[in-house]
């Protein structure tokens, strides 16, 4: 919300404060305490069953995920710090899909597109069909006024 503010001063400092506090709390205090409580401290308490194994399993992949998330973080400080600003989300690297099909669409089918309309051809008809009719409701409510 910040950022369509207009306060790029307070962007840029919650950034950091997200990044370390990020890093700090995935990187370390959670694979120190609550991997560690469960996968070590446990035994002590409990014999191993098979939810221990599946729970812990889980718990490994999440911390997967938080390396991966981490590398992006450290991505995107590294531009900043280095750049002098960041200027865009690093997950939007490249253009979706979607994009490419659109464009697809809309061209004929002499031109290379599809034939017949596909996804994006029958949302479009499909609103006007929708505004039509909502038309045509306003419009025989506004005859009864």
Not at 41 to 60: E, R, T, V
Not at 64 to 78: E, N, Q, S
Not at 110 to 131: L, N, Q, T
């Amino acid at each position: 919300m910040f950022n369509y503010a207009g306060w790029r001063r307070v962007c840029d400092v919650l950034f950091v404060v997200f990044s370390f506090v990020f890093l700090v709390t995935r990187l370390v205090i959670f694979p120190g305490r609550m991997i560690h409580s469960t996968m070590v401290d446990s035994l002590d308490y409990f014999d191993p069953f098979p939810g221990y194994y599946f729970f812990n399993a889980l718990l490994l992949v999440l911390q997967a995920l938080h390396v991966f998330w981490a590398y992006l973080i450290l991505r995107m400080v590294h531009k900043f710090v280095f750049l002098g600003k960041l200027d865009k989300d690093e997950r939007s690297d490249e253009e979706s899909e979607d994009d490419d099909e659109d464009e697809e669409e809309e061209r004929g089918p002499e031109e290379g597109g599809r034939e017949g309309g596909g996804c994006w051809e029958r949302r479009k008809r499909s609103e006007r069909k929708g505004a039509a009719a909502m038309n045509s409701k306003l419009a025989s409510l506004a005859d009864n006024c």
